[in-house]
């Protein structure tokens, strides 16, 4: 099990630990202040099995609340600010106040309205003291234990050169303190001849992924190449296939597009591009929405979705739906589902982009695409998580890489889930060629720099009104 792992879970088991003793301590002090309860011994009503299931659920369901905020998330399970851990305490715990009480409290017999005041206030601090006081103990612990250098994380190095020594020399000063133990530099250019650079072993002759398993990395920190922007570009969007936290020194982010969001790395700020800059909390409610939306249009449009298939099959010969090849979030791979709109064996000669007035389309496909009812299959993409309802639409390899040698910041796209529908496709519908893929391209990144429910409601709004409109091609 890796540090974070073990972190991740230290925090979940302390939670539910510190909150299954506030809710004990709770029930105390409802017992005390109902005098309902006064003829009824203290073990009977704590044996009471509606008393013994809130024991359970209720700081399971506080357990999921601080999952949709973002405390568990693996981005911040080692580099947590206390002030933030207060802040995000004290939050959840006045939600799960309010949920607790109207749920469960608001039927008790409390003979003065002042009462009500006092129950809510013991409940909260039931609910955050308790948790509170134990994450700043495992925050300032851990806090000390990777500055001893006790918690850290196998960290791979790509690009060593002789260019980038002074700057490998800075972080490797820097790292013990930051949680990073750089285990390596590899050289994937040819560009340095030595076999050390800045104390580091440099290392050639297998692949990433081969020295990612060998040697237990936790994360990978690119460096730029001497062969210029645009083969830093392509490392970037190589590594994300490892699955691992990628870090860029401050100076590269001219190649990124937006604001950067700097790790806890002690004199040498590495930039994060694993994930967008969106808060956790942001993130975890837009999957939990995305997987309860899709869900229920699944169940909802199931009958028009049959019917679309009876006539797909009657229109054309073929099989129902299409599954294709896409590039999902950290550059995975997933295939994506369609109802069939064109021809078998479309593409006899490779990929090949749809165009207006495109002859592979069949008649009802011409609909489908009008509508976007042949979209509606990736709503299960969108319900198992390959998705999202809203993102970057995703591309195949074949133009993604035509794509980046264009414009290397499109591989930040790459940060998140790809979507059902975008903003580019909102804007400036389906692309037809290269360069109309790298004009979405904008309108992708801006996207992501813009993350949030209420973007995602207007895109859903506007695509909502190209269906209705039949503004697709």
């Known amino acids: 099990m890796t540090t974070v792992k073990r ?5 979940i088991l302390s939670d539910f630990l510190m909150l299954e003793v506030g809710w004990f301590v709770f029930n105390v002090v409802r017992y005390l202040s109902l005098p309902g309860l006064s003829e009824v011994s203290f073990l009977s009503f704590y044996l009471d099995p509606v008393v013994q299931w809130g024991q359970i659920v209720v700081p399971a369901g506080m357990i999921g ?16 600010s206390r002030l933030e851990e207060m802040f995000n305490t004290v939050v959840v715990s006045f939600v799960g106040m309010l949920g607790i009480f109207f749920a469960v409290l608001i039927n008790d017999d409390i003979p003065e309205r002042l009462d009500n005041y006092e129950i809510l206030g013991v409940l909260f601090l039931c609910l955050a003291l308790p948790t509170g006081l134990s994450r700043y103990w495992i ?8 500055k001893r250098g006790l918690y850290v994380v196998n960290t791979l190095v790509i690009g060593a050169s002789a260019d980038n020594e002074s700057r490998l020399r800075r972080i490797s000063r820097s790292s013990v303190r930051s949680g990073l133990r750089l285990a390596g530099c590899v050289d994937v250019d040819g560009a340095c001849p030595g076999d050390s650079i800045a104390g580091l072993p440099v290392l050639r002759g ?8 060998e040697l237990g990395i936790g994360a990978l920190v690119v460096l730029p190449s001497p062969q210029g922007v645009g083969r830093t570009a392509e490392l970037i969007d190589n590594m994300y296939r490892h699955g691992l936290p990628i870090f860029v020194p401050a100076d590269l982010y001219d190649l990124m597009a937006f604001r950067p969001r700097f790790s806890a790395v002690v004199s040498e700020p590495l930039v994060d591009i694993t994930n967008a800059n969106i808060p956790p909390s942001v993130a975890n409610m837009k999957r939990a929405s995305d997987a309860f939306l899709a869900g229920l249009a699944l169940v909802a449009l199931s009958p028009l979705m049959a019917l679309i298939a009876l006539a797909v099959r009657l229109d054309s010969p073929g099989p129902v739906l299409y599954r294709q090849v896409r590039v999902g979030r950290h550059k995975r791979l997933f295939k994506v589902n369609k109802f069939r709109s064109m021809c078998v064996d ?20 011409r609909v489908l695409r009008k509508y976007r009812l042949d979209e509606l299959p990736q709503l299960w993409n969108v319900f198992v998580g390959d998705m999202s309802l809203v993102g970057p639409r995703p591309e195949r390899e074949f133009f993604v890489e035509q794509i980046l040698a264009r414009r290397p910041s499109h591989t930040l796209i790459h940060q998140v889930r790809p979507g059902l529908t975008s903003w ?12 109309e893929m790298i004009e979405r391209s904008a309108y992708d990144l801006l996207y992501i720099e ?5 973007v995602d409601l207007k895109i ?3 695509t909502v009104n190209t269906i209705v409109t039949g503004k697709g091609i």
């Open 450 to 454: 813009n993350v949030s429910l209420g």
């Open 206 to 213: 297998r692949s990433v992924g081969e020295l990612c398993s």
């Open 65 to 80: 609340l601080y999952a949709l905020s973002g405390t568990y998330n693996r981005s911040g399970t080692l580099y947590r």
């Open 7 to 11: 972190q991740q879970l230290k925090y």
């Open 460 to 462: 859903l709004f506007y």
């Open 139 to 146: 925050t300032t612990r851990t806090a000390r234990k990777i």
């Open 424 to 435: 580019a496709v909102v804007k400036c519908g389906y692309a037809c060629n290269i360069d």
């Open 346 to 365: 479309a593409e006899p000669d490779g990929p090949a982009l749809s165009r207006p007035g495109d002859p592979r389309i069949t008649r009802l496909g």
